[in-house]
């Protein structure tokens, strides 16, 4: 795929009509059509090598006048002559705007969520790209500051007749399209990953990245229906003005069938109600048993646990990923 094509919005296995036209509602309500993609042009700032892998701070545009930085890491075996698949990591929010990439390519943060560098010593190319909002992507003049500038980026994209999760999908669609592009990633192996608010990009992406043949998610599914019943207040990315007269969040997860997604939560995280999680994880697997691919959702909640990327649910992400990216 040539660099600066974002590929079709849709799988090209026809969907049953009562997802096609879900779809169609989603997009509306994101925003309306994704717009013609720019040229990536991409650039590395500078790079460095590490052990076992190296490290490359790069930009490159998604749309013009707006171009976002990431880090790639790159395990020594691949090269473009033994490509490795590759994976996007979508960072964590924790109103920690100063973090982005820097947290899952193992540079700052808690390392409980350095996964970036954990993928990469298992042998996956890895891009972690800075969020809308965080890390060199918070306001360029400085006049607004954390859940400020946030805020006034959700407002912006209201007024323009779009939302947070709009521009969050162009952005994550661009970051594939570099991704895709690099000689040392094989273009036909490709995931991504995310916690907390990186979840809730996983299953937003999902149904407008046909490249992406594996998504893993852990911690965050918040239901409408449970946002409403507890009153919580969740990231920007969650809310879509008037899809929930079409559905619920559940309902943009299944619309990742047929690629594989494996979804982790824990039972005692309140950002995400488990009554409604154990709910959603029901209507998705639904949508999954009726295209025939029943196989290809799995999810786990583990017990006692909160909002938390434990042993036991990394271990998921890392079995998931072999078993459809190796």
């Known amino acids: 795929m040539p660099s600066g094509r974002i590929a079709a919005g849709v799988e090209s296995t026809a969907e049953l009509p009562a997802a096609a036209a879900l779809r169609a509602h989603l997009l509306q309500c994101l925003g309306g059509d994704w717009p013609e993609p720019c040229e990536l042009e991409p650039k590395v700032r500078r790079e460095e090598q590490r052990d076992g892998y190296s490290l490359l701070w790069v930009d ?62 298992l042998g996956y190319v890895v891009l972690c790209p800075d969020a809308l909002c965080f890390e060199e992507r918070q306001d360029p003049d400085g006049r607004l500051k954390g859940a400020d500038y946030e805020r006034f980026e959700f407002l912006r994209q209201v007024v323009q007749g779009r939302c947070m999760a709009w521009k969050n999908i162009l952005d994550m669609r661009r970051a594939v399209d570099y991704l895709s592009s690099r000689p040392e990633v094989d273009p036909l192996r490709l995931g991504c990953y995310g916690h907390s608010m990186g979840s809730t990009h996983t299953w937003l992406v999902g149904p407008w990245e046909p490249r992406l043949k594996c998504l893993v998610g852990n911690c965050c599914l918040p239901t409408y229906r449970g946002l409403h019943r507890n009153k919580l207040l969740q990231c920007f990315p969650n809310f879509i003005p008037g899809f929930h007269r079409h559905g619920d969040t559940p309902d943009i997860a299944g619309l990742i069938t047929p690629r594989a997604l494996h979804l982790n939560f824990g039972e005692n995280d309140a950002s995400s109600p488990i009554q409604e999680v154990r709910r959603g994880v029901k209507r998705i697997a639904a949508t999954y048993e009726r295209a025939n691919v029943a196989g290809r959702f799995t999810y786990f909640i583990e017990p006692g646990a909160g909002h938390v990327l434990s042993e036991m649910m990394w271990r998921r992400v890392r079995e998931t990923f072999r078993k459809y990216l190796s």
Do not use: C, N
């Not at 943060?109 to 560098?117: L, M, N, Q």
């Open 60 to 121: 490159y545009a998604v749309e013009p006048g707006d171009r976002v930085p990431a880090i790639l890491l790159i395990p020594d075996g691949a090269t473009p002559a033994s490509p490795a698949p590759g994976v996007a990591v979508w960072h964590q929010h924790a109103g920690k705007w100063h973090l982005g990439k820097t947290e899952p390519a193992g540079l700052a943060g808690d390392p409980i969520h350095h996964s970036g560098v954990a993928l990469a010593r």
